[in-house]
């Protein structure tokens, strides 16, 4: 009745045994991993993204592998420059690993040996520059030393994305003494700046100058033109008037021609016309007269006439 009972429970203690067993050497690969498997202490597999088995007792992960890209930021190492200068240098480098076989096989502590590795780099990088090329020369500097470790790290199965100088620290003596060479560079700018602001000004001070000066010419000549126009213009209009009058003038002369014909005056009267004419004529003012004889007659009658009157009156008296 005993061994009846027995048999069923060593029965379920093994199925539970072997479902123990069977669930613990399942493995699951979750994304951007990937596990290096042994088998009897050989290289069997590497297990990507998935479900996975392994047999009992014999496989064995040897090394679960990060695909992703890792940053490592080293500590700061002292090198020395070309013209010895000694400096504190902190890098930081990006890789990934792309064969997980060979990074697992490939070198004993994979980070040490990429952190000594780009210490040893960079001193020698380093040491063919002097200090100001050193601190300006960081694409050069970065770019050789992915190269460098890219190159070195392939063997171990890692692939070196992007290498940067994070902090460069001179000693403290030649900071100070860049301190002060960028003071002296900023107060030699400044004065640069000034001066050619005062040059600018001048320049534009005078070029004002200049345009006013122009303009004022322009100005005068303007006027000077517009003065000589006026002039002009009041003479042409002076000139028309004194012909407008010469015009009346012979006009008046002509009608008074005209009208004495008409009128058909005897020889006396126009005789008697003619010395007041040279009357208003002489007028004081002219100091000889010619008089035609017909008017030297008639002159000389009416002074007889006026010398018989004075007689007459005389007489009378």
Do not use: C
């Amino acid at each position: 009745m005993m061994e009846t009972a027995i048999g069923p429970i060593i029965l379920i203690v093994i199925v539970i045994i072997g479902i123990l067993l069977i669930t613990s050497n399942i493995r699951i690969v979750p994304q951007a991993r990937a596990y290096v498997i042994e088998r009897l202490g050989a290289y069997q597999a590497t297990w990507g993204v998935g479900l996975h088995f392994k047999i009992p007792l014999i496989d064995r992960v040897s090394k679960k592998v990060l695909l992703k890209e890792i940053v490592i930021d080293f500590p700061p190492q002292p090198v020395i420059t070309k013209d010895n200068v000694t400096m504190q240098i902190d890098t930081v480098v990006y890789f990934q690993i792309t064969d997980p076989k060979l990074y697992t096989y490939g070198v004993d502590n994979p980070m040490s040996a990429i952190e000594n590795l780009t210490a040893t780099t960079l001193r020698n990088l380093i040491g063919e520059l002097e200090l100001d090329e050193t601190l300006t020369s960081r694409d050069i500097i970065n770019t050789k030393m992915r190269s460098i470790l890219d190159e070195a790290t392939d063997p171990w199965g890692i692939k070196v994305n992007r290498v940067e100088l994070k902090n460069i620290l001179p000693p403290q003596e030649i900071q100070n003494a860049m301190e002060k060479q960028m003071k002296a560079e900023r107060e030699r700018r400044e004065s640069i700046l000034r001066a050619e602001g005062e040059k600018t000004s001048s320049v534009l001070v005078a070029e004002g100058r200049k345009a006013a000066a122009i303009l004022d010419a322009e100005a005068e000549k303007q006027a000077a033109i517009l003065r000589a126009e006026g002039k002009k213009e009041t003479a042409i209009r002076e000139a028309e008037g004194e012909a407008e009058a010469i015009v009346k003038i012979q006009k008046a002369t002509a009608e008074g021609l005209i009208m004495i014909k008409e009128a058909n005056p005897s020889s006396q009267v126009i005789a008697i016309k003619s010395l007041e004419t040279f009357a208003k004529v002489a007028d004081g003012k002219a100091t000889k007269i010619i008089i035609p004889s017909e008017i030297q007659n008639l002159a000389g009658l009416v002074t007889s006439l006026s010398e018989v009157v004075k007689k007459d009156d005389f007489l009378k008296k």
